[in-house]
T-cell receptor, first 111, second 113 residues
């Protein structure tokens, strides 16, 4: 199936830990994104990568570090997790001029 | 900065009704306009994409229109069904390699039998 897949689907962790979320797309898109959906369900962009190059970094704390090993993968590493990081994180991809395809989300809970 | 507003925030209707969900955006220099559906605890499913040169798109019982000059898009749902219950999100894309989606806060739709 052509899709954007992200893992894990759920992540429960303690404050101060470091965790990673992985994302892969097999749609042949050039651009990949991380979006955050907060507790009020509002979606906002965090990062975008175009062909492995960071394009958008939307005033996200530097505890969040994206990494794109190739244009089909975009991972998100979070250091020193805080309670306020609890949210749903969505990976997405697009091609220029086309629509966006989203993954199913990773629900991160920091306790 | 692009701001996207969706009205109403919530809608509860009996099945069979024809519905209108509204979306407005402040910067008319958008590239594409995309409507998504989100079920509780789930991801985003793309419903309709209105590309730069288009004014509307249709898929089954759904029809979306786009008027860039007035900064508005409308999603029509015909003959609503309980299975249509979900949150509907409107998102504007600025296009180019700096593309990003600016989302509205959604319309939470409940269709009861």
């Amino acid at each position: 199936d052509t899709a954007v897949s992200q893992t894990p689907k759920y992540l429960v962790t303690q404050m101060g830990n470091d965790k990673s979320i992985k994302c892969e797309q097999n749609l042949g898109h050039d651009t990949m994104y991380w979006y955050k959906q907060d507790s009020k369900k509002f979606l906002k962009i965090m990062f975008s990568y175009n062909n492995k190059e960071l394009i958008i970094n939307e005033t996200v704390p530097n505890r969040f570090s994206p990494k794109s090993p190739d244009k089909a993968h975009l991972n998100l590493h979070i250091n020193s997790l805080e309670l306020g990081d609890s949210a749903v994180y969505f990976c997405a991809s697009s091609r220029q001029g086309g629509g966006y395809t989203f993954g199913s989300g990773t629900r991160l809970t920091v306790v | 900065k692009q701001e996207v507003t969706q009205i109403p925030a919530a809608l509860s209707v009996p099945e069979g009704e024809n519905l209108v969900l509204n979306c407005s955006f402040t910067d008319s220099a958008i590239y594409n306009l995309q409507w998504f559906r989100q079920d509780p605890g789930k991801g985003l499913t793309s419903l309709l994409l209105i590309q730069s040169s288009q004014r509307e798109q249709t898929s089954g019982r759904l029809n979306a229109s786009l008027d860039k000059s007035s900064g508005r898009s409308t999603l029509y749902i015909a003959a609503s069904q309980p299975g249509d219950s979900a949150t509907y999100l409107c998102a504007a894309d600025r296009g180019s390699t700096l593309g990003r989606l600016y989302f509205g806060r959604g319309t939470q739709l409940t269709v009861w039998p």
